[in-house]
């Protein structure tokens, strides 16, 4: 059974940084792409950011372009989104998740999450 663990997630001064990893216990056909996703309380989940394995084609929200960057290690099966110029706006629950494409990132499998709090 294939697997997405999230970690890195924690309390954040705004301004501040974070990194989050998502490691894959293996890679499937269908997991072409990882992408981020985030639920702020009382809001519905939104994606964030996506990456393809192959070519490490980037999608980003516009609410987090210039501050997220994604990125990832093939041989480790780990996808990263490293977080800067945090605002409070950013906290939530992060979820990886994974797709065929871009547009169906989260089709596939999704991790169990890691809660981001930004402080004001």
């Known amino acids: 059974q294939v697997e997405l663990v999230e970690s890195g997630g924690g309390l954040v001064q705004a301004g501040g940084s974070l990194r989050l990893s998502c490691a894959a216990s293996?890679?499937?056909?269908?997991?072409?792409?990882m992408g981020w996703f985030r639920q702020a309380p009382g809001k519905e989940r939104e994606f964030v950011v996506g990456?393809?394995?192959?070519?490490?084609?980037?999608y980003y929200a516009d609410s987090v372009k210039g501050r997220f960057t994604i990125s990832r290690d093939n041989a480790k099966n780990t996808v990263y989104l490293q977080m800067n110029s945090l605002k409070p706006e950013d906290t939530g629950v992060y979820y990886c998740?994974?797709?065929?494409?871009?547009?169906?990132?989260?089709?596939?499998?999704w991790g169990q999450g890691t809660q981001v709090t930004v402080s004001s």
């Open positions: 998740a994974s797709g065929s494409s871009m547009a169906t990132i989260g089709h596939d499998l």
């Open positions: 990456i393809s394995w192959s070519r490490g084609t980037t």
């Open positions: 293996r890679r499937t056909f269908s997991m072409n792409v």
